[in-house]
Each structure stands twice: as structure tokens, then as C-alpha cells.
């Protein structure tokens, strides 16, 4: 979502008109899940994919045939008769056509961007009426409370003021069925909205008018290291969506130049590591730092505090080590056994980019579980 808010945001300052496609359900063997977008504009994609192949090349020819024209379009799409895809299955794709220059849309592509880099739970409402092929676009972002961040808030708040004789809009929290007994009530977004604090972004249609399309959070992961493995870990995750943060104790190795896709550098005391950084349920930590006294240092203080993912880098014996140390610190056994380490896929790796390839692999495998 960040890459596709960022290339919207920058052919709208060009003036260039774009459609975005998003995939608003499927069933069987479609080739990417529903809420996977791309962005096409004259020259064809220019960024994202919905899974590329038939499907991929029918929907940027039919993208293609909407620029400029403010409209929105709904397709569904049988992959084997319409597509001749023998993966079978089926997908529902929804058009949004941008006009270059729109100022509300570069708004909205602004407020996408501040949400994710700020983890601000968010949800992206594109219009999607029901039983309608062509349609004028119109998207919105709200937040957790139903306030309406940027957009097109007329759109909302006339959907809404429609829908509240049948007892207003359904609230997008996690599949709530709830409704707002006062319908609208002057309010431009869905009623008693449930914050979403979600890894992982589903797409679903509610009260037939839009497609509510859960911002993904980009996962933190933690780096606590930065040598040869720290730098190739950290270049790897972010290439793959992770949003990375490099801690070092050595101002020599926490320069953020050798780090240019970190989103952030950190240089602190790996005995204190709360000092300069506070984690949460969501973060990947991994520990890789100079020594087995720091490793075991930094894995102590991650145990107790909430997360997602640990992983530690270091042989058997370090392994074993940390194990004990860790039971005569008085943490739990569960705690210890959930931590990987060592760290990353049993690959035969050997040099820092072969690591780094494991270790991402492992954290991507990590990621897709917390999305289920």
C-alpha cells in the first residue's frame, strides 16, 4: 500500500492519470488475495501487481481504457472461461480511475503514508455500489473512530445519510455485525468503527456501497547488530516490506549512511536497550550483536516485553547456552522455547547474504502466520 500511495502521490503531481485495480474477492486458485492492488497508468503498470500473468495483462488493458475518466468500474471474472487461466477459480476486480492533479486524492495518498509511518490503524474505503458496472469513483480514509482522515467525505456522508433509513452503516471492525441505532447522525464515515490492529489487510464490501480495505501495518523488525549479517538482514527485510530499525551499541557501526534502507538507526547500550527503543506486540526482534554476553543481554530484556518474533543468531553451543541462562533469569520455559534460534531456515547459508536470505525467508514465514 505504502508503494502504491507513493507512486499515486507522484503522478498526481505530474499531473498523470492512473486507475487503481484492487482485487475485491476470489475464490479457488486466484493468483494473490483479495486487497492486492496495482496502480496503472498510460504506459501500463507502474507499480503493484495482483499476480501478474492473464489476469494481470486483461486488467491493465481494461485500466488502461479508464484513465482520465473519474470512473469506477466492477469485474467479475471466471479465470478459466473469461482468461483461460488453468489455475480455475475466480476474481472480482474493482477499477478506480484517478485524475492527475486531484487534490483530494493526493491528500488521501498523503494520509496513507503518515498512517502507515506512523502504524496509525486506518482503513481505505473505495466506492464499489452494488450491482453496478460503472460507477463514479470516489475513496476515502477513516480512522478507528469513523472520522474521515482525507478524501472524498461528501461521497461518504451521502452513502451514509442513504443507508441510515435502514439503520445506518455496518461498523468495519473485524467483521462486526453491529449498526448505529441513530443512523448517520451527521457523521461522514461508518458508525462505531473498531480500531484494526490487524498485521495483515482483508478486503470486504459492506452495505453494498463500498470496498473497506484495512491499511497492512508494515512489521517492525528490530535489528540489534550491525556487522556483516546486521547489514545484509536489514537490507533484505526492507526489500521484502519490513520496516527496519538498526540498534548498536558502537557509533562506528549505528551510522545511518551504511544503512540507507533502514527506516531507522539506533545507537544505545545493549545492557539497557529501554533507554532507546520501546517494543510492542507486533515487532520482530533479532538478535545479532558483537558478543554472547550482549546476545544474551538483548534476549533477556526482549523476553520480557511483548512481541512478535525473536530470533537468535549462533551456533549449538551458544544456543544451549542462552537457554540456561535464560532459565536462571527466571524466564518461563514456553517464552524460551518460542524463540528461533538459531535463527533462520536451515538452508546451508554460510555468507552474510545467504544468512540474511534465511533469516528473511523465516521472518516472511513468520509474518504470513500472524496474517491467517
Given at each position: ?43 501500463g503498470l507502474a507499480c503493484g501487481t ?17 484513465l482520465g475518466s473519474g470512473h469506477g468500474r466492477f ?298
Open positions: 500500500m505504502r508503494e502504491i500511495a507513493e507512486c499515486m502521490a507522484a503522478a498526481l503531481a505530474d499531473g498523470r492519470d492512473v486507475v487503481l485495480v484492487t482485487i475485491a474477492g476470489g475464490k479457488g486458485s486466484a493468483p494473490r488475495h483479495a486487497g492486492s492492488q496495482m496502480l496503472v497508468d498510460a504506459e495482483i499476480g501478474g500473468g492473464a489476469l494481470e495483462a486483461h486488467a491493465i488493458a481494461q485500466a488502461r481504457a479508464l469485474e467479475q471474472l471466471d479465470l478459466v472461461a473469461d482468461l483461460g487461466m488453468a489455475c480455475g477459480g475466480s476474481a472480482s476486480l474493482l477499477y478506480t480511475a484517478v485524475r492527475g492533479g486531484d487534490a483530494r486524492w493526493a491528500q488521501l495518498a498523503a494520509a496513507i503514508i503518515r498512517c502507515l509511518d506512523e502504524r496509525t490503524p486506518a482503513t481505505l474505503l473505495l466506492r464499489c455500489p452494488e450491482g453496478q458496472q460503472l460507477f463514479e469513483a470516489a475513496a476515502a480514509l477513516v480512522d478507528g473512530d469513523g472520522k474521515v482522515l482525507a478524501g472524498d467525505c461528501g461521497a461518504v456522508l451521502a452513502d451514509a445519510t442513504e443507508t441510515a433509513g435502514a439503520g445506518g452503516f455496518a461498523s468495519l471492525g473485524n467483521g462486526s455485525d453491529a449498526v448505529d441505532d441513530d443512523g448517520a447522525a451527521g457523521r461522514a464515515a461508518v458508525c462505531d468503527a473498531t480500531p484494526l490492529h490487524s498485521v495483515g489487510a482483508a478486503a470486504s464490501r459492506f452495505d453494498g456501497a463500498w470496498l473497506a480495505l484495512p491499511l497492512e501495518m508494515p512489521v517492525r523488525a528490530v535489528v540489534f547488530g550491525g556487522g556483516h549479517v546486521g547489514r545484509a538482514t536489514v537490507a533484505a527485510l526492507a526489500r521484502v516490506g519490513f520496516a527496519c530499525t538498526l540498534f548498536d551499541s558502537r557509533p562506528e557501526f549505528a551510522c545511518p549512511e551504511d544503512f540507507p534502507d533502514a527506516r531507522e538507526v539506533l545507537c544505545g547500550d545493549f545492557g539497557s536497550i529501554a533507554a532507546s527503543i520501546s517494543l510492542d506486540e507486533r515487532d520482530f526482534i533479532l538478535i545479532m550483536t558483537p558478543g554472547h554476553n550482549s546476545d544474551f543481554a538483548v534476549l533477556e530484556q526482549v523476553l520480557r516485553q511483548p512481541h512478535a518474533y525473536v530470533g537468535l543468531i549462533g551456533s549449538r553451543r551458544k544456543i544451549a547456552a542462552a537457554r540456561q541462562q535464560m532459565l536462571a533469569a527466571g524466564i518461563p520455559q514456553a517464552d524460551i522455547d518460542a524463540v528461533h534460534m538459531p535463527i533462520g531456515l536451515a538452508i546451508g547459508a554460510e555468507t552474510p547474504e545467504e544468512i540474511a536470505i534465511s533469516i528473511t525467508a523465516e521472518c516472511i514465514q513468520a509474518r504470513a502466520a500472524l496474517r491467517r
